[in-house]
């Protein structure tokens, strides 16, 4: 059964900081990996998707990397702003089945 | 708007009542995905549609929930008899599956989400 760890649960850092999220998974055999953002009280917003023959996407200021032999993926947030500050979810997909395993997120504050 | 929308936007409801919430995805996406998801937790899958046919649903869908999607286009969520264990954010997902090899890089786009609360 896969199982998606998000480290840390909550995370404050002062605006103008780099950072990186962490997700791990433990089962290998993924099709994608996704991170979301969640604002409270609200749906979630896809920020990438990295298919499991690739080893990174970039975004604006977002990256994340993907190494599927140890389970890791992280998210990188380059120059954080205030406007950053939600909850950021990875999920995983398995092969041959649509049911996105999700973590439980990193909560994000960006100080100004 | 041409996001996913979700009605109501909350439901307060008494234990042994009833609830049925509406999903109405990305007007040419096929698929359908139901989510709930607890306070301070990941979302977590319920059942997904290709087209109207339901092709995956999880154990946590217990014979209280039953969902539809009659015409391929938005989807219906009923849980009868609820208990206070149901109270969670119910969210719908949509997406295109536009070929074999393009499934890998299928995004879901969510909706906002129903918030259910069952006194």
């Given amino acids: 059964k896969q199982e998606v760890t998000q480290i840390p649960a909550a995370l404050s850092v002062p605006e103008g900081e780099n950072l990186v999220l962490n997700c791990s998974f433990t089962d290998s055999a993924i099709y994608n990996l996704q991170w979301f953002r969640q604002d409270p009280g609200k749906g979630l917003t896809s920020l990438l998707l990295i298919q499991s023959s690739q080893r990174e996407q970039t975004s604006g200021r977002l990256n994340a990397s993907l190494d599927k032999s140890s389970g890791r993926s992280t998210l990188y947030i380059a120059a954080s702003q205030p406007g950053d500050s939600a909850t950021y979810l990875c999920a995983v997909r398995p092969p041959w089945h649509n049911d996105m395993r999700f973590g439980a997120g990193t909560r994000l504050t960006v100080k100004p | ?119």
């Fill in chain 2, 1 to 119: 708007d041409t996001g996913v929308s979700q009605d109501p936007r909350h439901k307060i409801t008494k234990r042994g009542q009833n609830v049925t919430f509406r999903c109405d995805p990305i007007s040419e996406h096929n698929r359908l995905y139901w989510y709930r998801q607890t306070l301070g937790q990941g979302p977590e899958f319920l059942t997904y549609f290709q087209n109207e046919a339901q092709l995956e649903k999880s154990r946590l869908l217990s014979d209280r929930f039953s969902a539809e999607r009659p015409k391929g286009s938005f989807s219906t969520l009923e849980i009868q008899r609820t208990e206070q264990g149901d109270s969670a954010m119910y969210l719908c997902a949509s997406s295109l599956k536009a070929d074999r090899t393009g499934g890998s890089q299928e995004t879901q786009y969510f909706g906002p989400g129903t918030r259910l609360l069952v006194l």
